[in-house]
């Protein structure tokens, strides 16, 4: 059940985070003395990668598949793209896609834990 709720949640939570990095830009940090305003746009920072897990969705359970199929379906084809585009324009999580022999092409759905655990859901060509 966990399993199920984790990658339903992933898909949609990666695709905000990969969204955010690619429209927010690095921004100095201000100085400890002066506290960040509290403002109701402000958007939590997106955590930094600290591993990558590749799973292909075969290997979930079938409900936890449909689930995750019907995420890709409505996020549709522009947003697949964009979590592609910020897949390879990530040295990290490119490497680790290349050392399991798959591409960025191949993914459909990403999960960013707040502890900095990505993990990418691949689908082989059919």
Known sequence: MRRTIFFAAAASLIMAGAANAQQSAPTP??????????????????????GVSIVDITELPKDTQ?????IVAQR????????????????KVK????????????????????NGALTLITKKAS
């Not at 680790?96 to 990403?110: E, F, M, R």
């Open 95 to 114: 490497s680790a896609l290349d050392a399991k022999g798959v591409s960025s092409a191949q993914v459909i759905a990403a999960s960013l834990q707040p």
């Open 76 to 91: 549709g084809d522009v947003g697949l793209q964009t979590l592609r585009k910020s897949i390879d324009a990530t040295p």
């Open 66 to 70: 449909t689930q995750v199929n019907k």
């Open 29 to 50: 940090s201000p100085s400890p003395a002066a506290p960040a305003p509290a403002t109701p746009q402000a958007q939590p920072a997106v955590p930094s990668i600290q």
